[in-house]
């Protein structure tokens, strides 16, 4: 029993993930933002549109922990972080006078940094269960 590895429920395995994704997401666009900053780039806006993805990342997970499956539920959450996240990013470019491109550079950069870690995820577990 000394070599035994402990096994981590599978909700808490999850929730161990998307902390991970949450902070990829995190870093990489801190990283970014400081390089448009170092090459005089509106790094704010880069910023805010990486932020504003993670924000909206974390709430599906939320959204998808608290809907117990229910979908109508998810189509509700789905919708009101969509109109959120628009009339955010409006308020952005309008009130602080943030440039809309490097606003959705800060967004891509969020998202490929999700999507880069989920698929090392999705790849670290083929080859536990010995596809690769």
Excluded at 24 to 31: C, K
Excluded at 70 to 80: D, M, R, T
Excluded at 101 to 116: D, N, R
Aim: hydrophobic letters at 60%; aromatic letters at 10%; charged letters at 10%.
């Amino acid at each position: 029993m000394e070599g035994d590895v402990p096994v981590l429920d599978s909700s808490l395995e999850q929730a161990f993930e998307i902390r991970l994704i949450l902070l990829w997401q995190a870093i990489t666009v801190l990283i970014v933002s400081l390089l448009a900053a170092l090459f005089s780039l509106p790094w704010l806006s880069v910023l805010i549109g990486g932020l504003g993805v993670l924000v909206s990342t974390w709430h599906v997970q939320r959204s998808v922990y608290r809907s117990g499956g229910e979908k109508v539920f998810l189509l509700k959450a789905a919708g009101l972080r969509f109109a959120l996240f628009l009339l955010l990013m409006a308020a952005a470019v309008f009130f602080l006078g943030l440039q809309p491109m490097a606003m959705i550079v800060g967004m891509a950069v969020a998202y490929i940094a999700m999507y880069v870690r989920s698929l090392m995820m999705i790849v670290k577990k083929m080859r536990g269960v010995g596809l690769g």
